[in-house]
């Protein structure tokens, strides 16, 4: 890491992204975990972009992130469509048409359920319960650790397979006719599995004083997923600094961007706070 570098990580600056993006170097980054701003959305927070306008208002961010991003590195973007006139308005959709046009690869699409969303009716719709984390990539070829996400294979598996019938130790045709099937012996002497692209997860967090801040567990999947220890985590759209203190935590190091001045002394805080705390980790 270079000498320019070094004085940037473990800091959250106070400013637009915009501006502050193009004073990092090229390909320092190891990862980007953000959830801008969504369409119209907290207006009184963000002043809030125009569902029509957001594509436009973000591509000249997704540039930057692409820069400083390294070639291994992976962006994680977590958004949500609004709805508009009584439709879902189509702006996630042609945001990812145009990072694609950008030159990012679209690898994967991670759901983020919200086990205990907030109640409510509306007369044509039930309430969200999800969100999109999107992974974009600048090759085919990135630093992925699936190991340190693995869970546990769960209880069902005592007891499933305590008896094996016949057509458990065979490839088993799917009874619902898709043509496909599974061999339930092959789960035997595992006590861990992969996990799905479905994160479960609350969206309670430390937090009470954003608009929209997600819980730390989230951007800490994602940093154990593809991240090593010491390796850069860049947050454009801190907020109250969830990222950053995951990645504080799990001993990356971290810069973070706040535009709005009562996050980023909420961020700051937080920051302050675990870097007092007498948990050890290794700082560069």
Known sequence: MNTELIKTVNTLYHGDCRKILPTLPNACIDLIVT????????????GGVHPDNYVAWFLPVASELKRVLKDDGTFILNIKEKVVDGERHTYVLNLILELKRQGWL???????????CAPGKWPNRFRDAWERCLQFNKQKKFKMFQEAVMIPTGDWAKTRLKKLGNNDKIRFNSQVGSGFGKNIANWIGREMAYPTNVLHLATECGNKNH???????LPAWFIKLFTEEDDLVLDPFAGSGTTCAAAYELGRNFIGIELKDEYYQIASSLIDDLKKSPTQRKLI
């Open 35 to 46: 959830s801008p701003p969504y369409a119209d959305s907290r207006k009184n927070s963000y």
């Open 106 to 116: 679209w690898t994967e699409e991670y759901i983020w359920h919200k086990k205990n």
């Open 211 to 217: 608009s929209a801040a997600f819980p730390k567990e």
